[in-house]
């Protein structure tokens, strides 16, 4: 005789578990979504075109270079198999310059010697996203050097006027304010 087994009291749990409400499954794809927005702006935001001093942290073939008062500079591309200047810019301060090399070949003209092409603009230091609207054939990348030069320092910004010395104020007769320091009777 064939002998059946007991069945317990408990119910047999179901093969695959029950499916959560819909406004969990929701916060569940909405998480998801939500983290591979961050993550995609972040590239964005990176490779697209944020221009910030010490560059991107990516192998992007970019640089970029800030003036300021005490470090004005000028950039320039060499051309390294004659040793002159192909371009320069003297950046004024309280502005940077971006520069980003196309890929290899990328001159339309498909010159031989300057087949790669340069994109750049000047803008103001703190700007992230200015595009750069201005483009230069350079050669290749074994055969062009960037150097950056320090002008005569300190360089005011435009918008910055500049002081008179104390002879020049005697000069136009108006006194110099008494310091501190001054000796009794030394003043205008």
Not at 41 to 64: K, M, N, P
Not at 68 to 74: D, E, G, L, M
Not at 146 to 153: D, V
Request: with cysteine.
């Amino acid at each position: 005789t064939r002998t059946t087994p007991e069945r317990s009291a408990m119910p047999t749990p179901p093969s695959t578990p029950p499916a959560p409400p819909a406004h969990a499954r929701r916060a569940r794809v909405d998480g998801a979504a939500f983290r591979a927005v961050i993550i995609l702006a972040a590239w964005a935001a990176t490779a697209a075109g944020c221009y910030t001093e010490g560059g991107s942290h990516i192998s992007l073939d970019r640089q970029v270079w800030v003036s300021r008062a005490f470090s004005p500079i000028t950039a320039s591309v060499i051309d390294a198999r004659t040793g002159e200047a192909i371009w320069s810019v003297d950046v004024p301060v309280g502005q940077k310059v971006v520069f980003d090399f196309r890929g290899p070949n990328s001159n339309p003209a498909n010159d031989p010697v300057y087949p790669d092409i340069m994109d750049w603009n000047v803008m103001p230091e703190h700007s992230q996203t200015t595009p750069l609207s201005r483009s230069v054939p350079v050669p290749s990348r074994d055969a062009r050097r960037i150097e950056m030069t320090l002008r005569k320092a300190p360089e005011l910004p435009e918008r910055i006027p500049a002081v008179q010395s104390a002879d020049s104020r005697r000069e136009t007769g108006r006194p110099r304010p008494a310091l501190p320091n001054d000796p009794p009777g030394t003043t205008e």
